[in-house]
């Protein structure tokens, strides 16, 4: 090894990011403290207008998670049992669960090699009479080809709701992730490029209807104080997280630049090493992960954590092969290209306080790996 660095890097450390935000942060909770208002009071109506404004969109409406957004998006959308709703099979097992959680059934689109997103291509063939939505996710930062999937959607009056938990600032064709469907959803989730010091997650829309439902669907259907119009949720991002939410959002795009920067760095540091495939560094992209393709992926990893290097994969088992979807008959070599993927990510680390050493470092023993295993697979 030629770099030194004197010891590992994790996946991911927020610590530096919470050390040159302390003071902001913590003057935004003794403000939360001082008022004593914890549950829907100022905080959060104010982070909603910013994330709305900083999207583009009209309306945007916290709730409790991500997942939670996924599932009142669902659920305002109309969407219950006996409805299909299409889904990659390549994602976090929430994309697919929030169908089921409201007795739909989540059907499985396969995915582009090369973005990890749902392929518009094969939707058409996976339509029945019963699809009612598409969930297209931007996974690892990067939007999914949107013009061809709401083309569809349109020809076949289907919503799309898109899964923007790992791609909030990301753009499309010049539009912000989360506003080129019908309803976009947002996670809070602490390692999210815009994380709380917990859960929340937040759900984006331009349609005055949407927003109002939302509302009611959040705090148990209630269209106003203890009257419940129909059942809902009790699903309120809270104040304390939403203020801490404030202050980060006017780093986001900083920190998202940084995430660029240390992306095109892995990109030139990888591109000519063999057995190594790289992601696309598209412009929109935000690379919530920085995720590369190698065979034999298991022992690079192996490698890559013995010399103190962490890596993770996302996902190592596709939603059709989880055990909680056996019952849809799902098995080996239906959907070719989500398994081959989650047979060889591996993401490493990209956190914006990320320093030039640590990258060179990271690029330099995923390189040794590769040469010694990736390319002989």
Known sequence: MTQKVPQSIPMLD???????????????????????????????????????????????????????????????????????????????????????????????????PDTFNLDPARL??????????????????QPADMDPIL???????????????????????????????????????????????????????????????????RNHGCVRKYVSQEQGWNSRLDELQAAILRVKLRHLDTWNAQRRAHAARYHNLLLAVPGVATPKVPPGHVFHQYTIRVPRRDRVQQFLAEQGVASTVYYPVPIHLQPVYASLGHGQGDFPESERASAEVLSLPIYPELTTDQINYVAETVGMAARQWGASA
């Open 124 to 141: 058409a063939a996976r339509l029945t009479p019963r699809t009612r939505a598409i969930i297209p996710v931007h996974l690892y930062g």
């Open 14 to 112: 927020l610590r530096p990011q919470y050390a040159s935000i302390r003071e902001e942060v913590q003057a935004a909770i003794d403000s939360v403290l001082d008022s004593q208002q914890f549950i829907l009071g100022p905080q959060v109506q104010a982070l909603e207008r910013e994330i709305a404004r900083y999207c583009g969109a009209r309306y945007a409406v916290g709730v409790a998670s991500g997942t939670d957004a996924l599932i009142l998006a669902l659920a305002a959308s109309g969407i219950g049992p006996g409805d299909q709703v299409l889904v990659p099979p390549f994602s976090f097992i929430a994309t697919a669960d929030s169908v089921s959680l409201l007795g739909a059934t989540p059907v499985f689109v396969d995915i582009q």
């Open 151 to 217: 083309a569809i959607a349109r020809q076949h009056n289907l919503k799309v709701i898109e899964d923007c938990a790992q791609a909030l600032g990301s753009t499309y064709r010049g539009r912000k992730a989360a506003t080129l469907g019908d309803l976009g959803c947002l996670s809070f989730f602490p390692s999210k490029n815009l994380g709380g010091c917990g859960d929340g997650g937040m759900i984006v829309s331009d349609s005055e209807e949407m927003d109002r439902r939302l509302r009611a669907l």
